[in-house]
């Protein structure tokens, strides 16, 4: 893959979760509880290293197929002529919600497999897991014995 590739994989990937708009404190994720991630903290192009270096040559071709087409769609949208990566945040998320729910199979398909890759790449971020519960011990979880025991 060659580096501007990797940009727009990275650009296409983080669209799928925009990190917060401001820093740790006022609107960011952490202090209204939201998953937003924070500008630099999620290794997306990591994750999508690894899910095309150890897929087959088909599921590689496909995952870079699908950040081309992401990156060219603009046009086709309705959404000027422009490149993805030149798109706000707003418009980015328009197109992906478009591509998302194309009449094309092919292109509903990959556009999945990168908001999946997206995920994998939230998911495998400790520090978001970690404002998300995910990995609370089971005692610590909530239930619903306990909670009704609250209203007691």
């Not at 599921?59 to 309705?78: D, Q």
């Not at 418009?91 to 908001?115: G, Y």
């Not at 520090?127 to 007691?152: C, H, K, M, N, V």
Request: net charge positive; hydrophobic share 45%.
């Amino acid at each position: 893959m060659r580096a501007f590739e990797r940009r727009w994989a990275e650009i296409v990937l983080a669209a799928f979760a925009p990190p917060a708009a401001t820093a740790l404190g006022e609107g960011s994720g952490e202090a209204n509880g939201a998953l937003q991630p924070r500008p630099g903290e999620v290794r997306y192009l990591e994750s999508y290293e690894t899910m095309r270096s150890h897929g087959t040559r088909l599921s590689a071709f496909g995952l870079r197929l699908a950040v081309w087409i992401v990156v060219w769609s603009p046009p086709f949208l309705g959404l000027g002529l422009c490149l993805f990566p030149t798109l706000t945040p707003e418009r980015r998320a328009l197109a992906l919600e478009r591509l998302l729910h194309s009449k094309r199979f092919l292109v509903r398909e990959l556009t999945l497999l990168l908001k999946i890759v997206a995920a994998m790449a939230l998911f495998g971020t400790p520090s978001i897991r970690a404002r998300s519960g995910y990995d609370r011990a089971p005692a610590l979880a909530p239930t619903l014995e306990r909670a009704q025991e609250g209203r007691g």
